[in-house]
């Protein structure tokens, strides 16, 4: 069936977060001497463990946003024997370094523009409100949908059921019409397929695809999505 609605995530589906997380971590990490005694690898296989953790108890709703920006610098730091005495300091300096950046997927702003003149788009992002709503602002988001649902706004994070709920009201379509563009298989498909929506999973960041992921449609590179709208 032809969609009628589509609703796309921001985070390594439209905006390239892996790189910018990257550089922003290599620009924090030479910054501050903290980490001359540790070399930039280690460093950052300790900081994804424990960010990862932190995610998942945020996620949960045990924690609060504060409380992972400022751990998941403090925790892998005590890890590697580091000093922590300025690892809140430390943690909000990787935020502004994050910010400086942000750029587009690759091909994602063009097959943006093509799909928003065919299909009304929104977006549903996991994550931070103000950093969300600074990324829309940045990327010029407004100019083709004012529908945006970030989970912080929710109370409750991708893939739970709430979000697509909340999502599907304000799309005004029906649930069987609305196609979900995403990169995570776990928030994105299993959510959106958990919705009733239709999935189309954008699979360019996946290191391995297991034999019982699918999606109704899978791409790696933005002009099969276009093309794919479009019956080709
Ligand atoms: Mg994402």
Redesign the pocket.
């Known amino acids: 069936m032809k969609p009628s609605y589509i609703y796309f ?5 439209l905006l390239n ?1 892996n790189k910018a997380e990257s550089e922003a971590q290599r620009e924090t990490f030479t910054g501050f001497p903290e980490f001359e005694e540790t070399d930039i690898d280690s460093w950052l296989i300790a900081y994804k463990e424990e960010n990862h953790k932190l995610w998942l108890k945020y996620q949960e709703g045990k924690i609060d946003r504060e409380f992972l920006q400022y751990q998941r610098f403090l925790r892998p730091m005590k890890k590697l024997g580091l000093s922590t005495d300025r690892s809140a300091e430390i943690g909000r300096a990787y935020m502004q370094n994050y910010r400086k950046y942000w750029t587009w997927v690759d091909g994602a702003k063009e097959a943006l523009e093509l799909v928003a003149d065919q299909f009304p788009v929104g977006i549903v992002t996991n994550g931070f409100l103000e950093t969300q709503q600074k990324k829309i602002e940045v990327m010029e988001l407004e100019q083709y949908t004012d529908n945006f649902i970030i989970t912080e706004e929710v109370g409750v994070m991708k893939p739970h059921p709430k979000v697509f709920d909340v999502a599907t009201e304000r799309s005004g379509a029906e649930r069987n019409t609305i196609l979900y563009v ?3 298989y776990s ?2 498909v299993i959510g959106g397929r958990d919705a009733g929506w239709q999935t189309a999973w954008f699979t360019a960041f996946m290191k391995d695809i297991e034999e019982n992921q699918t999606a109704d449609f899978m791409f790696d590179r933005f002009p099969m999505l276009t093309d794919y709208l479009n019956g080709k």
């Open positions: 995530d921001l985070d390594n589906t977060h995403g990169d995570s928030s994105d």
